[in-house]
């Protein structure tokens, strides 16, 4: 089973922030938290991710909480081409056996 | 450029026939998967290889082979004992250094059976 829980689905409006949330409440101390993103009929894309600290790049911003029980991922000004799943997984950097969930199916509005 | 490539993009097979879906890598990446992607639905694990003559079952591995003779590939057969075969089909690869290691996808391929 996945690690992580995220919502099915959430709507944005065209230019505002999409908060993405994910719960990862059993996460152990060297497990990494990704983000990746899947526009439709295409392999995912690794979007961020980070161990304890947020983190920023071009792309998005990551913010994990302080007792890193769960996370969100900030796209900050969004655009109809973020429309995608976005999948939230956690791992070591030796964990093979990668289990995906669900993920959550970001609508951008216009 | 360095990537993952899956061939074919789109296959089309007969009830009973086996299948071959072709995964290559030029990332020097030691672990490579095999996920399966049904419509509206997330990724599942199928076969996972973590070094060259060396594989492991995911979730769903009945029906489905594969061989890790090589490190930049790692063919998924589909075989006639899988029983709904209908999917989208993605191989990834990464890095098993210490840090991060950050997953790369194929762009996938299609299998319809008729």
């Known amino acids: 089973d996945a690690k992580t829980t995220q919502p099915p689905s959430m709507d944005c409006a065209e230019g505002r922030a999409a908060n993405l949330p994910c719960n990862h409440s059993t996460i152990s101390g060297n497990e990494y938290v990704y983000w990746y993103r899947q526009i439709h009929s295409q392999g995912p894309q690794y979007i961020i991710h980070g161990l304890k600290n947020n983190e920023t790049n071009e792309m998005a911003s990551l913010i994990i909480t302080e007792d890193r029980k769960s996370s969100t991922l900030i796209l900050p000004h969004a655009t109809l081409r973020d429309t995608a799943v976005y999948y939230c997984i956690v791992r070591t950097h030796r964990d093979d056996k990668i289990i995906f969930g669900k993920g959550t199916r970001l609508h951008i509005l216009p | 450029d360095g990537g993952i490539t899956q061939s074919p993009k789109y296959l089309f097979r007969k009830e009973g026939q086996n299948v071959t879906l072709s995964c290559e890598q030029n990332l020097n990446h030691d672990a490579m998967y095999w996920y399966r992607q049904d419509p509206g639905q997330g990724l599942r694990l199928i076969y996972y290889?973590?070094?060259?003559?060396?594989?492991q079952k995911g979730d769903i591995a009945e029906g489905y082979s594969v061989s890790r003779e090589k490190k930049e590939s790692f063919p998924l057969t589909v075989t006639s004992a899988q029983k709904n075969p209908t999917a989208f089909y993605l191989c990834?690869?990464?890095?098993?250094?210490?840090?991060?290691?950050?997953?790369?996808f194929g762009a996938g391929s299609r299998l319809t059976v008729l």
């Open positions: 990834a690869s990464s890095g098993r250094g210490s840090g991060a290691n950050v997953l790369t």
């Open positions: 290889s973590q070094i060259v003559n060396d594989f």
